[in-house]
């Protein structure tokens, strides 16, 4: 079964600040990989989503993420963070081939001090 | 929200009541899934659907029933509520498990169940 390491459960910065969340997985054969991200107050939506192709995908609002194969990570960037992106950050993680049931990580807090 | 709607948003019910959580799409996705939000636990799966009447268990069903008798429906019932299922309950769907769409999940807004 796949799980999902998210290793930074609460991050604090300051804003301009630039930002990493680590997510790795276990999983060895092809997998789909998420980033949700839920505003106070708001359901989850998707930030980005790598299926194949280049290994740096980009999302909304300035965020990108890079997979890394060899080591089972697709961690979360973004270079200045923005109060308005105070926010709780999951990492998600679905086999390929046709499953459909994604395992999410524990999510990681993020706060942006203006 | 992206046609997904759950009721209800906020109950508050007594240990040993039954509970019922509707959630409806008019997105007429195959997959439906439940999943309940705790700290420190992030969201854990606890039922989800890949069709009408065809339903199986996540990691949490213990304490847990579903039924979806229509594609637009997908109920989860808590057949005697405990206070170990306070949470906050989101319904999500997806469209498909194949190509470029797949097993992108659209959440709805959440039911806050809270159980004393």
């Known amino acids: 079964a796949q799980s999902v390491s998210q290793h930074n459960h609460h991050v604090i910065l300051s804003e301009a600040a630039s930002l990493e969340l680590g997510c790795n997985y276990s999983y060895g054969g092809t997998v789909n990989l998420f980033w949700y991200v839920q505003y106070p107050g708001q359901h989850l939506q998707l930030l980005l989503k790598?299926?194949?192709?280049?290994?740096l995908v980009k999302g909304i609002k300035g965020f990108e993420a890079e997979f890394i194969k060899s080591k089972f990570s697709f961690n979360l960037r973004k270079p200045s963070v923005q109060w308005s992106d105070t926010a709780e950050y999951f990492c998600?993680?679905?086999?390929?081939?046709?499953?459909?049931?994604?395992?999410f990580g524990r999510g990681t807090s993020l706060i942006v001090h203006p | 929200d992206a046609g997904i709607t759950q009721s209800p948003r906020h109950k508050v019910t007594e240990t040993g009541t039954p509970v019922t959580l509707r959630c409806h799409q008019t997105?007429?996705?195959?997959?439906m899934y439940w999943y309940r939000q705790d700290p420190g636990h992030g969201l854990r799966l606890i039922h989800y659907s890949y069709g009408v009447k065809d339903t199986d268990k996540g990691e949490v069903s213990d304490g847990y029933s579903v039924s979806r008798s229509k594609t637009e429906d997908f109920l989860l019932t808590l057949e005697s509520a405990t206070s170990s299922q306070t949470s906050v309950y989101f319904c999500?769907?997806?469209?498909?498990?194949?190509?470029?769409?797949?097993?992108?999940?659209?959440f709805g807004a959440g039911s806050r169940l809270t159980v004393l």
């Open positions: 997105e007429n996705h195959r997959y």
């Open positions: 999500a769907i997806s469209a498909t498990a194949e190509g470029s769409g797949a097993n992108v999940l659209t």
């Open positions: 998600a993680v679905n086999a390929g081939g046709g499953s459909y049931i994604p395992t």
């Open positions: 790598y299926f194949s192709g280049d290994p």
